[in-house]
């Protein structure tokens, strides 16, 4: 197959799926690592995909807007997957805890459903929706405005709702984190609230797929020294395990 067949087949893959990983493209077109980073590498700059660090995603890297959504529903997901049934476990029965907004923390609500007698705080209408159907346990969602684009609630009145309350866990995920450590997103209103959420919270668990490991976005939240545990897919890049040893935060691989 010649390299510009490849690439278009790369282009379809990453399409198709929000985003692709270096190892199953080198698995589907048995090639080298090598020769998949150069074809990611020359496809990113052309503006025909987003390079991250371990893959690529089917939309350009932009550090003013966020993927849409439905792409951030799929992208990554069998991670996101791993990453929320190990994060559950943490969760003792009769925990309280803050969800934040994203696709990321929607998985971990379908994955907390096996739990007994938890009090949620969410600003994620989704999260209420899945969590809500358990009878045991106590969800509240947070005043504010609904953004209509994934359902997360934001605004002053909000970060001022969960001011209100003190839980055990505040469970947050995230745009982006830089290789100095910034916790980093779109929306500054959002950021207003999970800074809230980190605040207000015992401990803190940053749930946050390879992707996000180097991703731009415009808004500083914070930095990853804040966090009390890091749950990912993959070793993070040496500046970031750099900061977790320095600041003891436990690393959580899956």
Same mark, same amino acid.
């Given at each position: ?37 150069? $074809? ?5 700059? =052309?503006?025909?995909? %987003?390079?991250?660090? /371990? *893959?690529?995603?089917? #939309?350009?890297? !932009? ?31 009769g925990a309280s805890l803050f969800i934040n907004i994203g696709t990321t923390t929607e998985t971990i609500a379908q994955a907390l459903l ?21 009878? $045991? ?5 947070? =005043?504010?405005?609904? %953004?209509?684009?994934? /359902? *997360?609630?934001?605004? #002053?009145?909000? !970060? ?72 990912? $897919? ?21």
């Amino acid at each position: 197959m010649s390299q510009s067949q490849r690439q278009l087949q790369i282009m379809e893959l990453v399409r198709e799926k929000g985003f692709a990983s270096i190892d199953e493209l080198v698995t589907h077109f048995n090639v080298t690592p090598q020769t998949i980073r150069r $074809d990611l590498n020359q496809l990113a700059e =052309a503006k025909k995909l %987003r390079r991250h660090h /371990g *893959g690529a995603g089917a #939309e350009p890297e !932009s550090s003013t807007e966020n993927l849409s959504y439905q792409s951030r529903k799929i992208m990554n997901l069998e991670a996101k997957e791993r990453i929320a049934k190990a994060l559950a476990k943490a969760i003792p029965d009769g925990a309280s805890l803050f969800i934040n907004i994203g696709t990321t923390t929607e998985t971990i609500a379908q994955a907390l459903l096996n739990h007994r007698d938890l009090k949620i705080v969410t600003n994620n209408i989704h999260v209420a929706a899945i969590l809500s159907s358990k009878p $045991d346990f106590t969800v509240i969602i947070a =005043a504010g405005e609904v %953004r209509h684009r994934d /359902g *997360g609630i934001v605004g #002053e009145a909000t !970060s001022d709702f969960i001011g209100q309350f003190q839980m055990d866990f505040g469970i947050i995920g995230i745009s982006g984190i830089s290789m100095n450590g910034s916790l980093l997103d779109f929306d500054y209103r959002e950021v207003r609230v999970a800074q809230a959420i980190i605040e207000h919270s015992q401990q803190i668990i940053l749930a946050a797929d390879h992707t996000k490991f180097g991703r731009s976005a415009m808004v500083k939240l914070g930095n990853i020294s804040q966090i009390d545990h890091l749950y990912t $897919d993959m070793t993070p890049p040496a500046e970031i395990c750099e900061i977790l040893t320095t600041n003891d935060i436990s690393l959580h691989i899956v």
